[in-house]
Protein backbone atom coordinates (compact mmCIF):
# COMPACT_ATOMS: atom_id res chain seq x y z
CA UNK A 1 0.00 0.00 0.00
CA UNK A 2 1.20 3.47 -0.64
CA UNK A 3 1.14 6.41 1.09
CA UNK A 4 1.10 10.18 0.29
CA UNK A 5 4.37 11.83 2.17
CA UNK A 6 4.76 15.56 3.16
CA UNK A 7 8.04 17.65 1.77
CA UNK A 8 10.92 17.16 3.44
CA UNK A 9 12.60 20.77 2.56
CA UNK A 10 11.85 24.64 1.68
CA UNK A 11 12.61 24.01 -2.01
CA UNK A 12 10.32 21.12 -2.39
CA UNK A 13 7.69 22.92 -0.62
CA UNK A 14 8.09 25.95 -3.03
CA UNK A 15 7.94 23.58 -5.80
CA UNK A 16 5.24 21.79 -4.66
CA UNK A 17 3.34 25.34 -4.25
CA UNK A 18 4.25 26.51 -7.72
CA UNK A 19 2.79 23.75 -9.20
CA UNK A 20 -0.54 24.15 -6.89
CA UNK A 21 -0.50 27.44 -7.20
CA UNK A 22 1.23 28.72 -10.19
CA UNK A 23 3.89 31.30 -10.56
CA UNK A 24 3.06 35.25 -9.65
CA UNK A 25 3.03 37.52 -12.72
CA UNK A 26 5.19 40.60 -13.02
CA UNK A 27 1.54 41.89 -14.14
CA UNK A 28 -0.08 41.47 -10.54
CA UNK A 29 2.78 42.32 -8.61
CA UNK A 30 2.74 45.81 -6.83
CA UNK A 31 5.54 48.03 -5.35
CA UNK A 32 6.17 46.86 -1.51
CA UNK A 33 8.14 49.39 0.29
CA UNK A 34 11.23 48.14 2.47
CA UNK A 35 9.21 47.82 5.50
CA UNK A 36 6.68 45.73 4.11
CA UNK A 37 9.15 43.81 2.17
CA UNK A 38 10.69 43.22 5.63
CA UNK A 39 7.56 41.74 7.35
CA UNK A 40 6.80 39.66 4.27
CA UNK A 41 10.18 37.72 4.44
CA UNK A 42 9.71 37.57 8.37
CA UNK A 43 5.85 36.13 8.11
CA UNK A 44 7.40 33.98 5.15
CA UNK A 45 10.53 32.82 7.12
CA UNK A 46 8.22 31.91 10.23
CA UNK A 47 5.21 30.00 7.84
CA UNK A 48 8.84 27.86 6.69
CA UNK A 49 9.65 26.78 10.30
CA UNK A 50 5.83 26.05 10.86
CA UNK A 51 5.49 24.27 7.87
CA UNK A 52 8.74 22.18 8.87
CA UNK A 53 7.32 21.13 12.13
CA UNK A 54 4.38 20.16 10.83
CA UNK A 55 5.98 17.81 8.48
CA UNK A 56 8.23 16.75 11.61
CA UNK A 57 4.81 15.66 13.07
CA UNK A 58 3.27 14.25 10.45
CA UNK A 59 6.44 12.03 9.80
CA UNK A 60 6.39 10.90 13.37
CA UNK A 61 2.29 10.00 12.97
CA UNK A 62 2.73 8.10 9.92
CA UNK A 63 5.81 6.03 11.03
CA UNK A 64 3.44 5.33 14.27
CA UNK A 65 0.67 4.61 11.95
CA UNK A 66 3.11 1.96 9.74
CA UNK A 67 4.03 0.19 12.87
CA UNK A 68 0.33 -0.32 14.32
CA UNK A 69 -0.88 -1.19 10.40
CA UNK A 70 2.31 -3.76 10.69
CA UNK A 71 1.29 -5.01 14.05
CA UNK A 72 -2.16 -5.16 13.11
CA UNK A 73 -1.68 -7.31 9.85
CA UNK A 74 -0.07 -9.37 11.87
CA UNK A 75 -2.39 -10.35 14.90
CA UNK A 76 -4.97 -10.79 12.15
CA UNK A 77 -2.83 -13.04 10.07
CA UNK A 78 -1.74 -14.89 13.47
CA UNK A 79 -5.62 -14.93 15.33
CA UNK A 80 -6.81 -18.40 16.38
CA UNK A 81 -9.53 -18.27 13.97
CA UNK A 82 -10.28 -17.86 10.17
CA UNK A 83 -10.77 -14.71 8.92
CA UNK A 84 -12.07 -13.41 5.75
CA UNK A 85 -13.29 -10.37 3.80
CA UNK A 86 -16.05 -11.44 0.61
CA UNK A 87 -17.01 -8.84 -1.51
CA UNK A 88 -20.89 -8.14 -2.24
CA UNK A 89 -20.65 -11.69 -5.01
CA UNK A 90 -18.61 -13.94 -2.17
CA UNK A 91 -15.67 -13.36 -3.62
CA UNK A 92 -12.79 -13.42 -1.07
CA UNK A 93 -11.40 -9.94 -1.14
CA UNK A 94 -9.05 -10.45 2.50
CA UNK A 95 -8.34 -13.35 4.67
CA UNK A 96 -5.15 -14.15 7.30
CA UNK A 97 -3.10 -17.09 7.70
CA UNK A 98 -5.35 -19.28 9.89
CA UNK A 99 -8.16 -18.93 7.26
CA UNK A 100 -5.48 -19.90 4.56
CA UNK A 101 -4.15 -23.29 7.28
CA UNK A 102 -8.13 -24.13 7.85
CA UNK A 103 -9.19 -24.34 4.05
CA UNK A 104 -5.65 -26.10 3.30
CA UNK A 105 -4.51 -23.40 0.68
CA UNK A 106 -2.47 -21.23 0.20
CA UNK A 107 -3.64 -17.26 0.46
CA UNK A 108 -3.39 -16.62 -3.06
CA UNK A 109 -5.46 -19.18 -4.09
CA UNK A 110 -8.16 -18.15 -2.26
CA UNK A 111 -7.73 -14.77 -3.06
CA UNK A 112 -10.41 -14.15 -5.66
CA UNK A 113 -11.90 -17.28 -5.17
CA UNK A 114 -15.60 -17.36 -4.22
CA UNK A 115 -16.10 -18.29 -0.79
CA UNK A 116 -18.65 -21.02 -1.27
CA UNK A 117 -15.87 -23.24 -3.37
CA UNK A 118 -14.07 -24.57 -0.65
CA UNK A 119 -17.08 -26.37 1.03
CA UNK A 120 -18.47 -29.82 -0.12
CA UNK A 121 -20.94 -29.11 -2.58
CA UNK A 122 -23.85 -30.39 -0.09
CA UNK A 123 -22.85 -27.49 1.75
CA UNK A 124 -22.78 -24.70 -0.58
CA UNK A 125 -25.94 -23.77 -0.76
CA UNK A 126 -26.35 -23.15 3.05
CA UNK A 127 -23.07 -21.03 2.68
CA UNK A 128 -24.77 -18.88 0.34
CA UNK A 129 -28.04 -18.55 1.67
CA UNK A 130 -26.09 -17.64 4.91
CA UNK A 131 -24.16 -15.21 2.87
CA UNK A 132 -27.41 -13.39 1.53
CA UNK A 133 -28.96 -13.71 4.42
CA UNK A 134 -26.61 -11.29 6.09
CA UNK A 135 -26.19 -8.80 3.73
CA UNK A 136 -29.95 -8.42 3.46
CA UNK A 137 -30.77 -8.34 7.15
CA UNK A 138 -27.88 -6.82 8.42
CA UNK A 139 -27.52 -9.68 11.09
CA UNK A 140 -24.97 -12.13 11.87
CA UNK A 141 -26.05 -15.82 10.53
CA UNK A 142 -24.29 -19.00 12.01
CA UNK A 143 -24.08 -22.38 10.86
CA UNK A 144 -21.73 -25.81 11.02
CA UNK A 145 -20.41 -27.53 7.97
CA UNK A 146 -17.97 -30.35 7.32
CA UNK A 147 -15.30 -30.31 4.80
CA UNK A 148 -12.28 -32.97 4.19
CA UNK A 149 -8.67 -31.80 4.35
CA UNK A 150 -5.79 -33.18 2.36
CA UNK A 151 -5.64 -36.27 3.87
CA UNK A 152 -9.15 -37.34 3.28
CA UNK A 153 -9.83 -36.46 7.45
CA UNK A 154 -13.29 -35.04 8.32
CA UNK A 155 -13.26 -31.80 10.13
CA UNK A 156 -15.91 -29.51 11.34
CA UNK A 157 -16.18 -25.83 11.42
CA UNK A 158 -18.46 -22.92 12.75
CA UNK A 159 -18.97 -20.61 10.39
CA UNK A 160 -20.16 -17.01 11.28
CA UNK A 161 -21.10 -14.16 8.63
CA UNK A 162 -21.39 -10.20 9.24
CA UNK A 163 -22.30 -7.73 7.13
CA UNK A 164 -19.22 -4.96 5.87
CA UNK A 165 -22.31 -2.64 4.92
CA UNK A 166 -24.87 -2.59 2.50
CA UNK A 167 -23.46 -3.82 -1.22
CA UNK A 168 -19.95 -3.75 0.90
CA UNK A 169 -19.90 -7.96 0.84
CA UNK A 170 -19.14 -9.88 4.17
CA UNK A 171 -17.03 -10.75 7.03
CA UNK A 172 -16.44 -14.38 7.83
CA UNK A 173 -15.14 -15.96 10.76
CA UNK A 174 -13.88 -19.76 10.58
CA UNK A 175 -13.81 -21.71 13.68
CA UNK A 176 -12.83 -25.44 13.68
CA UNK A 177 -14.71 -27.27 16.03
CA UNK A 178 -13.68 -30.72 15.26
CA UNK A 179 -12.60 -31.63 18.64
CA UNK A 180 -15.92 -30.08 20.27
CA UNK A 181 -17.68 -32.19 18.09
CA UNK A 182 -15.17 -35.50 18.61
CA UNK A 183 -15.74 -35.03 22.45
CA UNK A 184 -20.21 -34.31 21.95
CA UNK A 185 -19.71 -37.84 19.84
CA UNK A 186 -17.91 -39.68 22.68
CA UNK A 187 -20.65 -38.39 24.76
CA UNK A 188 -23.54 -39.12 23.02
CA UNK A 189 -21.61 -43.07 22.13
CA UNK A 190 -20.87 -43.32 26.32
CA UNK A 191 -24.40 -42.55 27.21
CA UNK A 192 -25.83 -45.16 24.38
CA UNK A 193 -23.45 -47.25 26.06
CA UNK A 194 -24.54 -46.78 29.36
CA UNK A 195 -28.59 -47.00 28.84
CA UNK A 196 -27.99 -50.28 26.57
CA UNK A 197 -26.00 -51.55 29.40
CA UNK A 198 -28.93 -50.54 32.18
CA UNK A 199 -31.65 -51.95 29.38
CA UNK A 200 -29.60 -55.47 29.37
CA UNK A 201 -29.71 -56.00 33.24
CA UNK A 202 -33.31 -54.84 33.17
CA UNK A 203 -32.88 -51.35 34.58
CA UNK A 204 -35.35 -48.61 33.06
CA UNK A 205 -33.10 -45.19 32.81
CA UNK A 206 -35.02 -41.32 33.30
CA UNK A 207 -33.19 -38.23 32.38
CA UNK A 208 -35.03 -34.78 33.83
CA UNK A 209 -34.57 -31.63 32.35
CA UNK A 210 -36.05 -29.77 35.43
CA UNK A 211 -36.01 -26.57 33.67
CA UNK A 212 -38.29 -27.32 31.25
CA UNK A 213 -39.82 -30.43 33.15
CA UNK A 214 -39.20 -33.05 30.27
CA UNK A 215 -38.50 -36.83 31.32
CA UNK A 216 -36.99 -38.68 28.82
CA UNK A 217 -38.00 -42.16 29.88
CA UNK A 218 -35.74 -45.37 27.77
CA UNK A 219 -38.05 -47.80 26.46
CA UNK A 220 -37.58 -50.32 29.34
CA UNK A 221 -38.43 -47.86 31.61
CA UNK A 222 -41.95 -48.03 30.42
CA UNK A 223 -42.00 -51.90 29.98
CA UNK A 224 -41.17 -51.77 33.54
CA UNK A 225 -45.22 -50.74 33.88
CA UNK A 226 -46.16 -52.44 30.77
CA UNK A 227 -46.25 -49.38 28.26
CA UNK A 228 -44.72 -49.41 24.93
CA UNK A 229 -42.08 -46.35 24.83
CA UNK A 230 -44.24 -43.94 23.31
CA UNK A 231 -47.42 -44.31 25.57
CA UNK A 232 -45.80 -43.29 28.96
CA UNK A 233 -45.23 -39.77 28.92
CA UNK A 234 -42.62 -37.19 28.92
CA UNK A 235 -42.95 -35.80 32.69
CA UNK A 236 -42.63 -36.59 36.08
CA UNK A 237 -46.06 -36.50 36.63
CA UNK A 238 -46.14 -39.72 34.43
CA UNK A 239 -44.05 -41.42 36.98
CA UNK A 240 -44.94 -40.12 40.39
CA UNK A 241 -48.72 -40.66 39.99
CA UNK A 242 -47.90 -44.36 39.98
CA UNK A 243 -46.51 -44.15 42.90
CA UNK A 244 -48.53 -46.45 45.71
CA UNK A 245 -50.36 -43.51 48.36
CA UNK A 246 -49.35 -45.12 50.67
CA UNK A 247 -45.91 -44.60 49.45
CA UNK A 248 -45.73 -41.48 47.85
CA UNK A 249 -45.08 -39.51 50.25
CA UNK A 250 -42.08 -41.06 51.51
CA UNK A 251 -40.63 -40.92 48.08
CA UNK A 252 -41.26 -37.52 46.83
CA UNK A 253 -39.64 -36.27 50.34
CA UNK A 254 -36.49 -38.36 49.71
CA UNK A 255 -36.25 -37.05 46.01
CA UNK A 256 -36.84 -33.76 47.50
CA UNK A 257 -33.96 -33.64 50.39
CA UNK A 258 -31.69 -34.79 46.78
CA UNK A 259 -32.78 -31.71 44.50
CA UNK A 260 -32.15 -29.62 47.75
CA UNK A 261 -28.72 -30.86 48.33
CA UNK A 262 -29.19 -32.66 51.72
CA UNK A 263 -28.56 -35.29 50.42
CA UNK A 264 -25.51 -36.79 47.86
CA UNK A 265 -28.18 -39.06 45.63
CA UNK A 266 -31.79 -40.72 45.75
CA UNK A 267 -33.06 -43.72 46.39
CA UNK A 268 -36.19 -45.62 47.42
CA UNK A 269 -38.18 -48.35 47.51
CA UNK A 270 -41.66 -48.46 46.86
CA UNK A 271 -44.60 -50.04 45.16
CA UNK A 272 -45.65 -48.67 41.67
CA UNK A 273 -48.58 -49.43 39.95
CA UNK A 274 -48.78 -51.15 36.34
CA UNK A 275 -50.67 -50.02 33.27
CA UNK A 276 -53.48 -53.30 34.43
CA UNK A 277 -53.51 -52.51 37.43
CA UNK A 278 -51.10 -54.52 38.90
CA UNK A 279 -48.58 -53.59 41.88
CA UNK A 280 -44.75 -54.24 41.39
CA UNK A 281 -41.92 -52.97 43.95
CA UNK A 282 -39.62 -50.67 42.58
CA UNK A 283 -35.83 -49.42 43.40
CA UNK A 284 -36.08 -46.14 42.16
CA UNK A 285 -31.81 -43.99 42.16
CA UNK A 286 -31.09 -40.93 40.87
CA UNK A 287 -28.45 -38.24 41.23
CA UNK A 288 -28.05 -34.52 40.13
CA UNK A 289 -26.22 -34.68 37.03
CA UNK A 290 -25.77 -30.53 36.90
CA UNK A 291 -26.68 -27.10 38.31
CA UNK A 292 -26.24 -23.73 37.93
CA UNK A 293 -24.34 -21.08 39.60
CA UNK A 294 -26.77 -20.71 42.03
CA UNK A 295 -27.27 -23.96 43.02
CA UNK A 296 -30.42 -25.16 41.28
CA UNK A 297 -30.70 -28.15 40.03
CA UNK A 298 -30.92 -28.35 35.94
CA UNK A 299 -30.64 -31.94 34.91
CA UNK A 300 -31.32 -35.20 37.12
CA UNK A 301 -30.63 -38.62 35.76
CA UNK A 302 -31.69 -42.06 37.35
CA UNK A 303 -32.69 -45.42 36.90
CA UNK A 304 -35.78 -47.67 38.33
CA UNK A 305 -35.35 -51.43 38.89
CA UNK A 306 -37.63 -53.92 38.98
CA UNK A 307 -37.15 -55.54 42.65
CA UNK A 308 -40.63 -57.34 43.06
CA UNK A 309 -39.39 -60.75 43.35
CA UNK A 310 -36.38 -59.83 45.97
CA UNK A 311 -39.10 -58.85 47.83
CA UNK A 312 -41.14 -61.20 47.66
CA UNK A 313 -38.20 -63.56 48.28
CA UNK A 314 -37.80 -60.90 51.62
CA UNK A 315 -41.31 -61.70 53.04
CA UNK A 316 -40.92 -65.64 52.25
CA UNK A 317 -37.55 -65.14 54.05
CA UNK A 318 -39.84 -63.47 57.28
CA UNK A 319 -42.27 -66.50 57.25
CA UNK A 320 -39.73 -68.96 56.86
CA UNK A 321 -37.27 -67.05 59.71
CA UNK A 322 -40.84 -66.87 61.80
CA UNK A 323 -41.75 -70.60 61.51
CA UNK A 324 -37.87 -71.23 62.53
CA UNK A 325 -37.97 -69.24 65.45
CA UNK A 326 -40.94 -71.05 66.84
CA UNK A 327 -39.13 -74.20 66.39
CA UNK A 328 -36.10 -73.38 68.06
CA UNK A 329 -38.19 -71.81 70.65
CA UNK A 330 -40.09 -74.89 70.99
CA UNK A 331 -36.66 -76.89 72.10
CA UNK A 332 -36.15 -77.53 75.74
CA UNK A 333 -32.45 -76.62 75.47
CA UNK A 334 -30.36 -73.37 76.13
CA UNK A 335 -29.65 -72.51 72.67
CA UNK A 336 -27.39 -69.54 70.66
CA UNK A 337 -26.32 -69.40 67.43
CA UNK A 338 -23.03 -67.61 67.18
CA UNK A 339 -21.17 -65.71 64.21
CA UNK A 340 -17.98 -66.35 63.14
CA UNK A 341 -16.32 -64.03 65.79
CA UNK A 342 -18.05 -66.15 68.45
CA UNK A 343 -20.90 -63.20 69.29
CA UNK A 344 -24.60 -63.81 69.55
CA UNK A 345 -26.85 -63.78 66.80
CA UNK A 346 -29.94 -65.55 68.38
CA UNK A 347 -31.37 -67.65 71.43
CA UNK A 348 -34.40 -69.02 71.93
CA UNK A 349 -37.31 -68.46 74.60
CA UNK A 350 -35.57 -70.94 77.18
CA UNK A 351 -32.10 -69.39 77.13
CA UNK A 352 -34.17 -65.90 76.90
CA UNK A 353 -36.61 -67.20 80.45
CA UNK A 354 -33.25 -68.61 82.22
CA UNK A 355 -31.04 -65.05 81.25
CA UNK A 356 -34.51 -64.09 83.34
CA UNK A 357 -34.49 -66.31 85.88
CA UNK A 358 -30.93 -65.65 86.90
CA UNK A 359 -31.43 -61.59 87.03
CA UNK A 360 -29.97 -61.16 83.64
CA UNK A 361 -33.07 -60.53 81.54
CA UNK A 362 -31.81 -56.86 80.63
CA UNK A 363 -29.36 -57.75 78.98
CA UNK A 364 -31.83 -59.52 75.98
CA UNK A 365 -31.12 -62.58 75.64
CA UNK A 366 -26.90 -61.20 75.09
CA UNK A 367 -27.41 -60.54 71.43
CA UNK A 368 -24.58 -59.07 69.97
CA UNK A 369 -22.09 -59.90 73.15
CA UNK A 370 -19.33 -62.09 72.74
CA UNK A 371 -20.64 -66.04 74.32
CA UNK A 372 -17.27 -66.64 76.31
CA UNK A 373 -17.79 -63.19 77.73
CA UNK A 374 -21.64 -64.68 79.01
CA UNK A 375 -20.41 -67.59 79.93
CA UNK A 376 -18.14 -65.90 82.27
CA UNK A 377 -20.82 -63.15 83.43
CA UNK A 378 -23.46 -66.24 84.42
CA UNK A 379 -20.86 -69.14 85.28
CA UNK A 380 -18.36 -66.74 87.35
CA UNK A 381 -15.40 -68.51 88.40
CA UNK A 382 -15.56 -71.94 86.63
CA UNK A 383 -12.62 -71.08 84.68
CA UNK A 384 -11.92 -74.16 83.37
CA UNK A 385 -14.85 -74.94 81.99
CA UNK A 386 -15.32 -71.52 79.85
CA UNK A 387 -11.82 -71.96 78.93
CA UNK A 388 -12.57 -76.03 77.85
CA UNK A 389 -16.25 -74.06 76.30
CA UNK A 390 -14.17 -71.52 74.21
CA UNK A 391 -11.73 -73.87 72.73
CA UNK A 392 -14.36 -76.21 71.64
CA UNK A 393 -16.26 -73.51 70.26
CA UNK A 394 -13.35 -72.01 68.50
CA UNK A 395 -12.41 -75.54 66.93
CA UNK A 396 -15.88 -76.08 65.30
CA UNK A 397 -16.02 -72.21 63.82
CA UNK A 398 -12.66 -72.94 62.35
CA UNK A 399 -13.64 -76.12 61.05
CA UNK A 400 -10.95 -78.06 63.12
CA UNK A 401 -13.60 -80.18 64.55
CA UNK A 402 -16.69 -81.50 62.84
CA UNK A 403 -18.48 -81.15 66.28
CA UNK A 404 -17.71 -80.47 70.20
CA UNK A 405 -19.56 -81.96 73.29
CA UNK A 406 -18.33 -80.52 77.09
CA UNK A 407 -20.21 -82.22 80.13
CA UNK A 408 -19.90 -80.02 82.90
CA UNK A 409 -21.61 -79.25 86.26
CA UNK A 410 -22.56 -75.80 87.02
CA UNK A 411 -23.41 -74.82 91.06
CA UNK A 412 -26.13 -72.32 91.14
CA UNK A 413 -28.96 -71.38 93.58
CA UNK A 414 -27.64 -73.68 96.37
CA UNK A 415 -27.57 -76.81 94.37
CA UNK A 416 -25.33 -78.20 91.33
CA UNK A 417 -26.51 -79.30 88.47
CA UNK A 418 -25.21 -81.00 85.39
CA UNK A 419 -25.43 -79.84 81.54
CA UNK A 420 -24.08 -81.11 78.28
CA UNK A 421 -23.00 -78.28 76.05
CA UNK A 422 -23.37 -79.57 71.82
CA UNK A 423 -21.54 -77.52 69.21
CA UNK A 424 -22.57 -77.91 65.57
CA UNK A 425 -21.25 -76.22 62.49
CA UNK A 426 -23.87 -74.30 60.56
CA UNK A 427 -23.71 -75.07 56.58
CA UNK A 428 -24.16 -71.48 55.31
CA UNK A 429 -20.71 -70.37 54.91
CA UNK A 430 -20.65 -67.79 56.79
CA UNK A 431 -18.38 -69.81 59.74
CA UNK A 432 -21.38 -69.84 62.35
CA UNK A 433 -22.37 -72.28 64.86
CA UNK A 434 -25.72 -73.45 67.24
CA UNK A 435 -24.78 -73.77 71.00
CA UNK A 436 -27.34 -75.67 73.42
CA UNK A 437 -26.86 -76.33 77.13
CA UNK A 438 -28.90 -79.60 77.99
CA UNK A 439 -29.91 -80.22 81.13
CA UNK A 440 -28.94 -83.38 82.23
CA UNK A 441 -28.67 -83.27 86.21
CA UNK A 442 -31.82 -85.67 87.06
CA UNK A 443 -29.57 -88.51 84.12
CA UNK A 444 -26.66 -87.77 86.05
CA UNK A 445 -28.02 -88.40 89.40
CA UNK A 446 -29.13 -91.35 87.96
CA UNK A 447 -25.89 -92.64 86.49
CA UNK A 448 -24.25 -91.56 89.48
CA UNK A 449 -27.10 -93.78 91.44
CA UNK A 450 -26.89 -96.84 89.56
CA UNK A 451 -22.75 -96.44 89.93
CA UNK A 452 -22.88 -96.02 93.02
CA UNK A 453 -25.10 -99.21 93.45
CA UNK A 454 -23.55 -101.19 91.44
CA UNK A 455 -19.65 -100.46 92.28
CA UNK A 456 -19.51 -99.63 95.87
CA UNK A 457 -17.48 -101.02 98.30
CA UNK A 458 -19.54 -103.15 100.87
CA UNK A 459 -17.94 -101.89 104.06
CA UNK A 460 -17.04 -98.10 103.02
CA UNK A 461 -18.80 -97.49 100.18
CA UNK A 462 -16.52 -96.11 98.15
CA UNK A 463 -15.92 -97.43 94.18
CA UNK A 464 -14.92 -100.68 94.22
CA UNK A 465 -11.06 -100.68 92.69
CA UNK A 466 -12.41 -102.27 89.49
CA UNK A 467 -14.92 -99.33 89.10
CA UNK A 468 -13.02 -96.68 89.90
CA UNK A 469 -10.16 -97.40 87.34
CA UNK A 470 -12.54 -97.83 84.49
CA UNK A 471 -14.12 -94.15 85.63
CA UNK A 472 -10.89 -93.17 86.21
CA UNK A 473 -9.63 -94.22 82.62
CA UNK A 474 -12.53 -93.19 80.78
CA UNK A 475 -12.65 -89.63 82.75
CA UNK A 476 -8.42 -89.43 81.79
CA UNK A 477 -9.66 -89.68 77.62
CA UNK A 478 -12.44 -86.94 78.05
CA UNK A 479 -9.69 -85.03 80.00
CA UNK A 480 -7.20 -85.63 77.11
CA UNK A 481 -9.72 -85.20 74.38
CA UNK A 482 -10.59 -82.03 75.04
CA UNK A 483 -7.85 -81.09 77.33
CA UNK A 484 -9.22 -80.35 80.36
CA UNK A 485 -6.89 -80.41 83.84
CA UNK A 486 -7.55 -83.55 86.18
CA UNK A 487 -6.08 -84.38 89.43
CA UNK A 488 -5.69 -88.13 91.03
CA UNK A 489 -5.36 -88.19 95.05
CA UNK A 490 -3.80 -91.81 96.49
CA UNK A 491 -4.92 -91.59 100.18
CA UNK A 492 -3.43 -93.95 103.13
CA UNK A 493 -3.91 -94.39 106.35
CA UNK A 494 -1.41 -94.00 108.85
CA UNK A 495 -0.17 -96.89 110.78
CA UNK A 496 -3.61 -98.41 110.15
CA UNK A 497 -2.16 -101.81 111.04
CA UNK A 498 -1.14 -100.92 114.11
CA UNK A 499 -4.55 -99.64 115.23
CA UNK A 500 -5.98 -102.50 114.25
CA UNK A 501 -4.08 -104.65 116.48
CA UNK A 502 -4.55 -102.32 119.18
CA UNK A 503 -8.31 -101.53 118.85
CA UNK A 504 -9.41 -104.54 117.19
CA UNK A 505 -11.16 -104.91 113.77
CA UNK A 506 -14.52 -103.34 114.30
CA UNK A 507 -12.77 -100.13 114.99
CA UNK A 508 -10.53 -100.72 112.15
CA UNK A 509 -14.00 -101.19 110.02
CA UNK A 510 -15.56 -98.32 111.52
CA UNK A 511 -12.47 -96.05 110.83
CA UNK A 512 -12.52 -96.74 107.05
CA UNK A 513 -16.25 -95.78 106.71
CA UNK A 514 -14.97 -92.65 108.80
CA UNK A 515 -12.98 -91.94 106.31
CA UNK A 516 -14.79 -92.12 103.42
CA UNK A 517 -17.34 -90.02 104.97
CA UNK A 518 -15.34 -87.08 105.90
CA UNK A 519 -13.46 -87.33 102.41
CA UNK A 520 -17.27 -86.90 101.17
CA UNK A 521 -17.94 -83.95 102.84
CA UNK A 522 -15.08 -81.89 101.26
CA UNK A 523 -15.26 -83.46 98.03
CA UNK A 524 -17.70 -82.33 95.32
CA UNK A 525 -20.11 -84.67 93.44
CA UNK A 526 -18.20 -84.90 90.58
CA UNK A 527 -15.12 -86.18 92.30
CA UNK A 528 -14.98 -89.60 92.62
CA UNK A 529 -13.04 -92.11 95.39
CA UNK A 530 -12.32 -95.48 95.03
CA UNK A 531 -10.88 -98.11 97.47
CA UNK A 532 -7.79 -100.05 95.79
CA UNK A 533 -7.28 -102.36 98.69
CA UNK A 534 -7.10 -102.30 102.70
CA UNK A 535 -6.43 -98.75 103.67
CA UNK A 536 -5.39 -97.77 100.43
CA UNK A 537 -7.49 -94.76 98.52
CA UNK A 538 -7.82 -93.32 95.64
CA UNK A 539 -9.84 -89.86 94.68
CA UNK A 540 -10.26 -88.52 90.87
CA UNK A 541 -10.67 -85.20 90.88
CA UNK A 542 -12.19 -83.87 87.00
CA UNK A 543 -11.94 -80.84 85.54
CA UNK A 544 -9.52 -79.72 88.90
CA UNK A 545 -6.35 -77.89 88.50
CA UNK A 546 -3.50 -78.76 90.44
CA UNK A 547 -3.70 -76.10 92.61
CA UNK A 548 -7.30 -76.75 93.19
CA UNK A 549 -6.13 -80.55 93.85
CA UNK A 550 -3.96 -79.66 96.51
CA UNK A 551 -6.26 -77.33 98.44
CA UNK A 552 -8.38 -80.15 98.10
CA UNK A 553 -6.38 -82.87 99.60
CA UNK A 554 -5.09 -80.66 102.52
CA UNK A 555 -8.93 -79.97 103.59
CA UNK A 556 -9.05 -83.76 103.60
CA UNK A 557 -5.94 -84.10 105.99
CA UNK A 558 -7.13 -81.76 108.15
CA UNK A 559 -10.51 -82.69 108.17
CA UNK A 560 -9.43 -86.20 109.46
CA UNK A 561 -7.04 -84.98 111.93
CA UNK A 562 -10.59 -83.17 113.88
CA UNK A 563 -13.04 -85.87 113.03
CA UNK A 564 -11.74 -89.01 115.33
CA UNK A 565 -14.22 -92.04 115.58
CA UNK A 566 -15.89 -92.52 118.70
CA UNK A 567 -16.54 -95.90 119.68
CA UNK A 568 -17.71 -97.15 122.98
CA UNK A 569 -17.65 -93.57 124.48
CA UNK A 570 -13.87 -92.91 123.52
CA UNK A 571 -12.57 -91.19 120.86
CA UNK A 572 -10.17 -92.82 118.46
CA UNK A 573 -8.24 -90.85 116.41
CA UNK A 574 -6.09 -91.12 112.79
CA UNK A 575 -4.25 -89.09 110.42
CA UNK A 576 -3.97 -89.54 107.04
CA UNK A 577 -1.46 -89.15 104.18
CA UNK A 578 -2.38 -88.43 100.54
CA UNK A 579 0.03 -87.87 97.06
CA UNK A 580 -1.47 -86.02 94.25
CA UNK A 581 -0.38 -85.28 90.75
CA UNK A 582 -1.90 -83.53 87.52
CA UNK A 583 -2.58 -84.49 83.88
CA UNK A 584 0.11 -84.20 81.78
CA UNK A 585 1.30 -86.30 78.85
CA UNK A 586 0.48 -89.90 80.39
CA UNK A 587 -0.18 -92.52 78.37
CA UNK A 588 -3.12 -93.78 80.26
CA UNK A 589 -4.23 -93.17 83.91
CA UNK A 590 -2.43 -95.96 85.46
CA UNK A 591 0.71 -93.47 84.57
CA UNK A 592 -1.11 -90.50 86.13
CA UNK A 593 -1.80 -92.65 89.07
CA UNK A 594 1.61 -93.60 89.10
CA UNK A 595 2.91 -90.64 89.94
CA UNK A 596 0.61 -89.72 92.75
CA UNK A 597 1.02 -93.12 94.12
CA UNK A 598 4.93 -92.20 94.12
CA UNK A 599 4.09 -88.73 96.10
CA UNK A 600 2.18 -91.03 98.17
CA UNK A 601 4.97 -92.38 99.52
CA UNK A 602 6.87 -89.43 99.60
CA UNK A 603 4.49 -87.78 102.37
CA UNK A 604 4.84 -90.90 104.36
CA UNK A 605 8.36 -90.70 104.47
CA UNK A 606 7.89 -86.97 105.12
CA UNK A 607 6.41 -87.63 108.45
CA UNK A 608 2.89 -88.51 106.91
CA UNK A 609 -0.51 -86.61 107.98
CA UNK A 610 0.89 -84.37 105.31
CA UNK A 611 -0.09 -83.93 101.71
CA UNK A 612 2.90 -84.39 98.85
CA UNK A 613 2.12 -83.08 95.16
CA UNK A 614 4.00 -84.39 92.21
CA UNK A 615 5.05 -81.32 90.17
CA UNK A 616 5.79 -82.48 87.41
CA UNK A 617 8.44 -85.02 88.40
CA UNK A 618 9.61 -83.33 91.87
CA UNK A 619 7.25 -83.93 94.62
CA UNK A 620 6.31 -81.13 97.02
CA UNK A 621 5.31 -81.80 100.75
CA UNK A 622 2.40 -79.36 102.59
Known amino acids: MNYKKNPLDAESLRQLATEQFGRPTADGASDLSAEQSQRMLEDLAISKIELELQNEHLNATRAQLELA ?28 LAGARLLAQERARILGTRFDQFFPENERSAINSLLRASMAFGEVQRCEVSLLDKNR ?109 NAASYSNEYRGQCKDGSWKWILARGAVFSRNVDGAVLRMIGTHTDVTVRKQMEETVQVVSGLQQAVFDSLPFHIAVLDRDGNILQTNAVWKAYAEATGFGNRCGFIGDSYSDVLETVMGG ?21 SYQLEYAYRATGETRWFVMKVSPVSDGQGRVVVSHQDVSSLKEAELTSLRLANYDDLTGALSRRNFLEVAEREWMRSTRYQLPLMALAVDLDRFKTINDENGHSIGDAILKNFVQVANEVLRESDVIGRMGGDEFAVLLPNTTLEGGRALALRIVDKVSSSPVEVDGRDVSYTVSIGGSCLLKEASFADLFKRADSALYQAKNGGRDRVAIDMAGTPCLW
Not at 384 to 401: C, D, F, H, P, Y
Open 153 to 261: TQKHMQVELAPLGHGLGCHAILVDITERKQLEQKLRESEARWKFALDAVGDGVWDWDVCNGAVTYSSRFAQLYGFDSDEFGSNVESWSSRIHPDDRQRVMAALQRCLTG
Open 69 to 96: LSQSTELYDFAPVGCFSTDANGVVVKLN
Open 382 to 402: VGETIRAASIGIASVISREQP
